[in-house]
């Protein structure tokens, strides 16, 4: 499609958006009294009007049962969390029985490697991205050192090359076999925070079990974004957070996926707790464990249930949608927003650069922009003046146009208020 740089434009291609009602369900921060243009979904999703219902209904059964709302509040909270099942199998490509929520992201990812680290003097290593986010790193660092290994002898980064801002595919395929019988665990962010790139999860999946290792993928910026298809791709293990594409609140839930072909090895070590034991036999108190045969069997505690219902919301929106359509959107609304930086950097005379790789495969919905020269100035003026970015060290802005909520005119108002505040 041939784009325009002009507000008419911006307006046909709403006019055409299938998604174009869903802006409607969600509740905008304002700034000077006007809807905020708003980039930061990739970091904190919008709350969705619907929410807040989901949330009531939980404090009403509360209040009116107390310890009864168990089994008879509208939506029983002793098995709540089965809800997200059908739905969010959809959304990440697996059976119902592969996914479940519980706990947030570093902590599932803790307990996920629990099962699927598992080094032996010969076998050890890890492969990860180089500047995977922090708590990544962090999580991975600490895991060595418990099994007695260093950081330094266990942990390999794959490098961008010099020059480059982002890495290769064939470059993680050639570490992992130059790797190969000493590696234990690929673990990657399937798409990467601070540039946007998605990774080829298929290949690289197959890649790690070529060599004989596990494979599990951080989702936090993929979940709700990219069309993933987790059981086919045989990927382990794999988290998510449900606050950023998923719209589920500061600090929420995550999901978590296991491979069917786990589901049954009860050899696996984890760490148990009563919500993993046998379904029907959780209330019996009895002292041997016996996991259920699912993911559901990775869970440990009786789930928080207030902090569910918003991701319930969420999720059940995400299931009229599907994924197609989303998916659809986003890839013509992250082109429209590429050509108006493209069209803008042109108009002042070439002051930033896009980061985020130029083919579609390898992004989705997210550009990084990268400015030469006043790059803080420049973020505050955007906040300023109601659009919302985030900044990231040293002069990276990040901009998620996400399809459920950002129209193409926001794309075009936002161009305006760009160049306006790089002239000034
Ligand atoms: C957002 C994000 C996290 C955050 O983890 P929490 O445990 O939810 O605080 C972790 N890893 C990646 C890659 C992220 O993008």
Redesign the pocket.
């Known amino acids: 499609m041939i784009f325009q740089n002009t507000k008419d434009f911006a307006r046909q291609l709403d006019a055409q958006d299938s998604l174009r009602k869903y802006k409607e369900e969600f509740i905008f921060p304002t700034v000077n009294g006007k809807n905020v243009i708003y980039f930061t979904g990739n970091?904190l999703g919008l709350q969705p009007k619907r929410t807040k219902s989901y949330v009531d209904e939980i404090m009403n059964d509360w209040a009116e049962l107390g310890v009864e709302g168990h089994f008879y509040a509208q939506k029983p909270w002793w098995d709540y969390q089965e809800r997200f099942a059908e739905p969010l199998s959809k959304i990440v490509g697996c059976l119902p029985s592969e996914v479940t929520v519980m706990n947030?992201?570093?902590?599932n990812?803790h307990l996920l490697m629990v099962s699927f680290y598992c080094p032996t003097p010969s076998r050890f290593k890890i492969i990860c991205e180089e500047k995977?986010?922090p708590?990544?790193q962090y999580m991975l660092q600490s895991q060595v050192r418990f099994h007695g290994y260093k950081a330094e002898d266990a942990i390999v980064e794959i490098k961008r090359r010099d020059g480059e801002h982002n890495i290769r595919t064939e470059d993680v395929i050639a570490k992992i076999n130059e790797v190969g019988d000493a590696l234990a665990l690929v673990l990657i962010?399937g798409v990467n925070?601070y540039t946007g790139q998605v990774f080829d999860m298929k290949l690289i999946t197959a890649a790690g079990h070529q060599v004989g290792a596990k494979v599990g993928w951080?989702l936090?910026?993929a979940a709700g974004n990219v069309k993933l298809e987790l059981h086919n791709w045989n990927v382990d293990f794999a988290a998510w957070?449900s606050?950023?594409y998923m719209n589920s609140g500061p600090?929420n839930v995550?999901g978590c996926f296991v491979h069917e072909k786990h589901h049954a090895n009860k050899e696996l070590p984890r760490f148990a707790g009563w919500w993993g034991h046998n379904k029907e036999r959780r209330f019996k108190m009895e002292s041997e464990f016996d996991p259920i045969q699912g993911v559901d069997g990775w869970q440990i505690s009786n789930l928080p249930v207030l902090s569910l219902a918003p991701y319930l919301a969420s999720v059940e929106m995400f299931d009229e949608i599907g994924m197609e359509q989303l998916v659809h959107k986003r890839n013509n609304i992250t082109a429209y927003l590429e050509f108006i930086l493209k069209e803008i950097d042109k108009e002042v005379d070439s002051s930033f650069e896009i980061i985020t790789p130029a083919n579609p495969e390898e992004r989705a919905c997210q550009l990084s922009v990268f400015l030469h020269g006043e790059g803080r100035s420049l973020f505050e003026y955007l906040i300023k003046n109601g659009v919302i970015v985030d900044w990231r060290e040293p002069n990276v802005i990040r901009l998620a146009p996400v399809p459920l909520y950002c129209s193409y005119e926001d794309m075009y108002q936002f161009g305006q208020i760009l160049k306006k505040g790089i002239l000034e």
């Open positions: 970091s947030t992201l570093t902590v990812l995977a986010f708590s990544d962010g925070y951080d936090a910026h957070c606050y950023k600090g995550s």
